[in-house]
Nanobody, 116 residues
Framework: QVQLVESGGGLVQAGGSLRLSCAAS????????MGWFRQAPGKQREFVSG????????DYADSVKGRFTISRDNAKNTVYLQMNSLKFEDTAVYYC?????????WGQGTQVTVSS
């Protein structure tokens, strides 16, 4: 069983920054992709960013390119999402996800609220 626990969410003014963390436990995460998704009220969950085990492949949604940076520390089984220049439309619950062929493990989510 894989456990993913997010932290770092909160309330921030537009233009501000937050860093989300996701700590994984329960098994070895060799060759696991890890990523972030988000879900705003009344909207479907959407992909934000993902990173391969080695860090050699990184993907971003167009809406966050240039503002968000994903990274991981495999020694700590932790993935991070640095969010800069936050916008009101970034307000959502952010979920951490992990998987080898597809994302099949999910955290409980952390709320990010950006005030305009």
């Amino acid at each position: 069983q894989v456990q993913l626990v997010e932290s770092g969410g909160g309330l921030v003014q537009a233009g501000g920054s937050l860093r989300l963390s996701c700590a994984a436990s329960g098994r070895s995460f060799n060759n696991y992709f890890m990523g972030w998704f988000r879900q705003a009220p009344g909207k479907q969950r959407e992909f934000v960013s993902g990173i391969s085990w080695s860090g050699g492949r990184i993907d971003y949604a167009d809406s966050v390119k240039g503002r968000f940076t994903i990274s991981r520390d495999n020694a700590k089984n932790t993935v991070y999402l640095q969010m800069n220049s936050l916008k009101f439309e970034d307000t959502a619950v952010y979920y951490c996800a992990a998987g080898q062929r597809f994302y099949d493990s999910w955290g409980q989510g952390t709320q990010v609220t950006v005030s305009s």
